[in-house]
């Protein structure tokens, strides 16, 4: 019913309206025996790796669909970011809204905007920044970037909502965990921190974090 890849950082998942090479262009190889293509059942920015889920066909699209509106998938990220929260564990309950209604992707913490929750571990602690497990229990769009910013954490490397940097953003989708199927146990799907977070990793002494 599904497939989950490894999705590097800096290619974008989809087709944008500019072109470009993009991961969704790779997916006839991914087929394995079905007719068509297998098509994304939700999205990662360019600049995330990590695992990225795939429906392959209609009735599982709906299926996967479904589960992640319902926030039944569970999804943890990895993070390197500036600085740190003085806890070692929290929920950042700030709803989100985008910057211009009109147009754009980018968004912004508003009181009267989409719920959004992020649920948050301290998993290490470096000079200068902390390695952040992130939980987001919804899916808005660059959610767990504008919440750690406006907790004044950004992510390292983040040039929209904190500051470009020596490193690319540093973010991971670490794993995903879904319930498939009745009567039995989720799927669970890990992918390995990629080499250019391990690097960054290293350059702050937290490589033994992961």
């Given at each position: 019913m599904m497939l989950v890849v490894d999705k590097p950082a800096g290619l974008p998942a989809h087709r944008g309206p500019k072109g470009g090479a993009n991961?969704?262009?790779?997916?006839?190889?991914?087929?394995?025996?079905?007719?068509?293509?297998?098509?994304?059942?939700?999205?990662?920015?360019?600049?995330?790796?990590?695992?990225?889920?795939?429906?392959?066909?209609?009735?599982?699209?709906?299926?996967?669909?479904?589960?992640?509106?319902?926030?039944?998938?569970?999804?943890?990220?990895?993070?390197?970011?500036?600085?740190?929260?003085?806890?070692?564990?929290?929920?950042?309950?700030?709803?989100?809204?985008?910057?211009?209604?009109?147009?754009g992707w980018r968004m912004k913490a508003d009181p009267s905007g989409r719920p959004a929750q992020t649920r948050w571990r301290v998993i290490g602690r470096g000079e200068g920044v902390s390695l952040l497990e992130l939980s987001p229990?919804?899916?808005?769009?660059?959610?767990?970037?504008?919440?750690?910013?406006?907790?004044?954490?950004?992510?390292?490397?983040?040039?929209?909502?904190?500051?470009?940097?020596?490193?690319?953003?540093?973010?991971?989708?670490?794993?995903?965990?879904i319930p498939l199927y009745k009567n039995r146990d989720a799927v669970k799907v890990e992918a390995p921190v990629p080499p250019h977070m391990r690097d960054a990793l290293a350059d702050f002494g937290l490589e033994d974090a992961v």
């Open positions: 991961l969704e262009e790779t997916f006839g190889a991914l087929r394995f025996g079905l007719p068509r293509d297998p098509a994304l059942a939700h999205r990662l920015d360019r600049d995330t790796s990590g695992c990225l889920v795939l429906g392959r066909h209609h009735k599982a699209l709906e299926k996967l669909g479904l589960l992640f509106r319902q926030g039944r998938v569970g999804k943890r990220y990895v993070a390197l970011v500036e600085g740190g929260p003085a806890q070692e564990e929290g929920l950042i309950d700030l709803p989100l809204s985008r910057l211009d209604p009109s147009r229990l919804t899916g808005r769009t660059h959610q767990l970037r504008v919440h750690c910013a406006a907790r004044g954490f950004p992510i390292v490397g983040d040039p929209v909502y904190g500051a470009a940097g020596a490193h690319p953003l540093q973010l991971h989708a670490r794993s995903v965990e």
